[in-house]
């Protein structure tokens, strides 16, 4: 396994369209997180998943913003309507736990959205 | 709720030089902290972490962090800076174990010279 892989690695879309990207995570890790990055900021998060079920989100995922992980493996973020404010580094990362305890967060190398 | 402040938005040093990347965090339980690095194109790459066990952590290519509970800082250093050093370091703080949610701080931009 060669890590948490994102795809694409870009992507420009123009207002209003609908963009969907997808994440697979490291193979045998439960968790998996999305997280959004803006130029001079560090991540911020945005939803996370025990397998199948997505336990929390932020208020930055409005509802436009929806992500899934169907059968607990790869999962996709999908924004509607996008707008020019969306443009940022989408990051995917994944890590081993159960409860509290549990293995640091690997991170892809993200999708770069940006919105004309 | 959990914070992280990062003291220094550029930190520039000479190659040989020491590295000192500060780092405060705010957190409602016991901490787990890391730091995480950046290189331009690449994936965020975990450096070291924090949770519980010895307070000064070692990590990948010679970078340590020290976890002071008294003055809520987890500052990164390095002896000796490296060309291969320049990158962008986050501060990251996750006050529920693990990894659930981790809050990042604004990161510090690393430049090494010559």
């Known amino acids: 396994d060669t890590g948490v892989s994102q795809d694409p690695r870009h992507k420009i879309t123009k207002r209003g369209q609908n963009v969907t990207f997808r994440c697979d995570p490291i193979?045998?890790?439960?968790?998996l997180y999305w997280y959004r990055q803006t130029l001079g900021q560090g991540p911020e998060f945005l939803t996370y998943f025990q397998n199948e079920a997505q336990l929390e989100k932020s208020r930055l995922l409005s509802d436009r913003f929806s992500a899934e992980r169907p059968k607990g493996s790869f999962s996709t973020l999908e924004i509607q309507r996008t707008e020019q404010g969306d443009s940022a580094m989408y990051l995917c990362?994944?890590?081993?736990?159960?409860?509290?305890?549990?293995?640091?967060?690997?991170f892809g190398q993200g999708t770069r959205l940006t919105v004309v | 709720a959990q914070s992280v402040t990062q003291l220094d938005s550029h930190v520039s040093v000479s190659e040989g030089t020491p590295v000192l990347l500060r780092c405060n965090y705010s957190s409602s339980y016991s901490p787990s902290l890391f730091w995480y690095v950046q290189h331009p194109n690449k994936g965020l790459q975990l450096l070291l972490k924090?949770?519980?066990?010895?307070?000064l952590v070692k990590g990948i290519n010679g970078f340590e962090a020290e976890f002071k509970k008294s003055e809520t800082s987890f500052h990164l250093t390095k002896p000796s800076a490296h060309m291969s050093d320049a990158a962008e370091y986050f501060c990251v703080v996750s006050d529920r174990g693990s990894a659930r949610q981790l809050t990042f701080g604004s990161g510090t931009q690393l430049t090494v010279l010559p």
């Open positions: 924090y949770t519980s066990a010895a307070t």
């Open positions: 193979s045998e890790h439960n968790r």
């Open positions: 990362a994944s890590s081993l736990g159960q409860g509290a305890s549990g293995t640091e967060a690997f």
